[in-house]
T-cell receptor, first 112, second 113 residues
Framework: DAKTTQPPSMDCAEGRAANLPCNHS???????VYWYRQIHSQGPQYIIH???NNETNEMASLIITEDRKSSTLILPHATLRDTAVYYCIVRVGTGNTGKLIFGQGTTLQVKP | KAGVTQTPRYLIKTRGQQVTLSCSPI?????VSWYQQTPGQGLQFLFE???????NKGNFPGRFSGRQFSNSRSEMNVSTLELGDSALYLCASSFGQGSYEQYFGPGTRLTVT
């Protein structure tokens, strides 16, 4: 499975867009990029996933570069409730196992 | 639709005891995975169940076991508890086998003294 690299921490002003980067330079053609977040003391929450096209849902947008070696999760209007640890995970779309491998993630601090 | 529920939410046990944690997945979800979260090791995969069968197991000692029932509810058991087993135990459910779109419960906070 491809390894991901994320900055350990980021700040964002409330109401502004939060752009969280993830590098996955060894991603293979059939691997998807998944994003989860974990608000303090809660279980992780699925946000979005994509293969190569940009994806958008009610929570966020996912931009994947054309070479698929990196991606950016965008929270368009960050609120204080978006303060959390954000995990970027690369996995084959579906496989024999649903094992998620969590790295250290990026701690996003949204400030008033 | 109700989310994933885990019971109990908090638990205090003594070294050497055993513990059973319970997880009820989202209605219609047939796959349940368990994870352990500690400050030092982060989130680590324990095991995954689908259709009452363990499909995958993480790198944990045999003291950690689990099972899944015909209604997809799952339990995990830890025997001969050690201080290092103190952690947040998270359960996640998904619709099918091998899905990475998983929905997590709030977790059970286990403290071993």
């Amino acid at each position: 499975d491809a390894k991901t690299t994320q900055p350990p921490s980021m700040d964002c002003a409330e109401g502004r867009a939060a752009n969280l980067p993830c590098n996955h330079s060894t991603i293979s053609g059939n691997e998807y990029v998944y994003w989860y977040r974990q608000i303090h003391s809660q279980g992780p929450q699925y946000i979005i996933h994509g293969l190569k096209n940009n994806e958008t849902n009610e929570m966020a947008s996912l931009i994947i570069t054309e070479d698929r070696k990196s991606s950016t999760l965008i929270l368009p209007h960050a609120t204080l409730r978006d303060t959390a640890v954000y995990y970027c995970i690369v996995r084959v779309g579906t496989g024999n196992t649903g094992k998620l491998i969590f790295g250290q993630g990026t701690t996003l601090q949204v400030k008033p | 639709k109700a989310g994933v529920t885990q019971t109990p939410r908090y638990l205090i046990k003594t070294r050497g005891q055993q513990v059973t944690l319970s997880c009820s997945p989202i209605s219609g979800h047939r796959s349940v995975s368990w994870y352990q979260q500690t400050p030092g090791q982060g989130l680590q995969f324990l095991f995954e169940y689908f259709s009452e069968t363990q499909r995958n197991k993480g790198n944990f000692p045999g003291r950690f076991s689990g099972r899944q029932f015909s209604n997809s509810r799952s339990e995990m058991n830890v025997s001969t508890l050690e201080l290092g087993d103190s952690a947040l135990y998270l359960c996640a459910s998904s619709f099918g086998q091998g899905s990475y779109e998983q929905y997590f419960g709030p977790g059970t906070r286990l403290t071993v003294t």
